[in-house]
């Protein structure tokens, strides 16, 4: 036997025996307890915007209203959640040496039907989120989470990991973006019309009109503020139930 061949085996054995691992069943209590950790640390523990500080180029970006951070958030919750699905059904399939290009091809295939899709049936939202709608591919969430947790769980592990993180995310684009807009607009889903067609235009909500806008609250630099005043509360919070 030669050592391509040991090598070879030894190889195959590995691969079978993580396969084996995935085939282990799982008592209902633990996998129970692993939804509850999974949703503590997509949420709030470890939450990709206030904790972890990623994509904080379209979370400052493109949060100037509530429309354009609930659009960008389910495009960049979708993506999450399929790119974890596909990378953990081929996990044992692709060489280690190639792994990280091999996830980005499969996230930037997802966020170019994103995108076509976006630039087919909302295009006005479509030309809003301009160019952060591509520079979903470069999230380092989505390919920190194939690469942390997809590429080394099953599939409804991986699939429910990227659907909090998805949503801790979206959360937070949601919240800076409701925010910015009353602070800057007076207004809430202005434009909403451009995500779910004209038949929405009705949920536009006025709490104050006002000649000017609050232009600070517009701009990145509002953004910047309101992301530091997210990050103290959660801050306060925690130091609140550690001390209780």
């Known amino acids: 036997m030669t050592q391509e061949t040991v090598h070879n085996t030894a190889n195959n054995a590995d691969l079978e025996s993580d396969i084996a691992a995935d085939e282990v069943v799982i008592p209902a209590n633990e996998d129970l307890q692993i939804y509850k950790e999974l949703s503590w640390q997509g949420l709030w523990k470890n939450n990709p915007g206030i904790v972890q500080l990623l994509g904080l180029c379209p979370l400052l970006a493109v949060t100037n209203t509530l429309t354009n951070a609930l659009g960008l958030g389910l495009a960049t919750l979708f ?8 990378i953990s059904l081929i996990r044992h399939h692709v060489p280690k040496a190639i792994r990280i290009p ?4 499969i996230i930037a ?6 995108q076509l899709l ?3 049936y909302t295009y006005q939202l479509y030309l809003s989120l301009g160019i952060f709608i591509p520079l979903i591919v470069t999230n380092c969430m989505i390919i920190g989470r194939a690469e942390a947790f997809a590429s080394k ?5 991986s699939a429910f990991d990227g659907l909090m993180m998805g949503l801790g995310f979206t959360a937070v684009l949601i919240l800076l973006g409701a925010g ?5 607009q007076g207004t809430l889903f202005d434009g909403i019309e451009t995500l779910l067609g004209d038949w929405a235009s009705f949920m536009t ?3 104050y009109n006002t000649d000017t806008s609050f232009l600070l609250a517009a701009l990145p630099p509002g953004a910047f503020i309101l992301m530091g005043l997210i990050i103290a509360l959660k801050n306060f919070i925690d130091d609140k139930i550690v001390n209780k």
Not at 79 to 86: F, R
Not at 102 to 105: I, K, L
Not at 109 to 114: D, K, P, T
Request: aromatic share 2%; hydrophobic share 60%.
């Open 118 to 120: 976006m630039n087919a």
């Open 79 to 86: 993506v999450v959640i399929a790119s974890n699905i596909l």
């Open 109 to 114: 295939s997802l966020v170019s039907c994103i």
């Open 205 to 207: 909500i006025t709490l």
């Open 153 to 157: 769980n099953n599939v409804k592990h």
């Open 102 to 105: 091999v996830f980005v091809m």
């Open 180 to 184: 910015r807009e009353i602070l800057a």
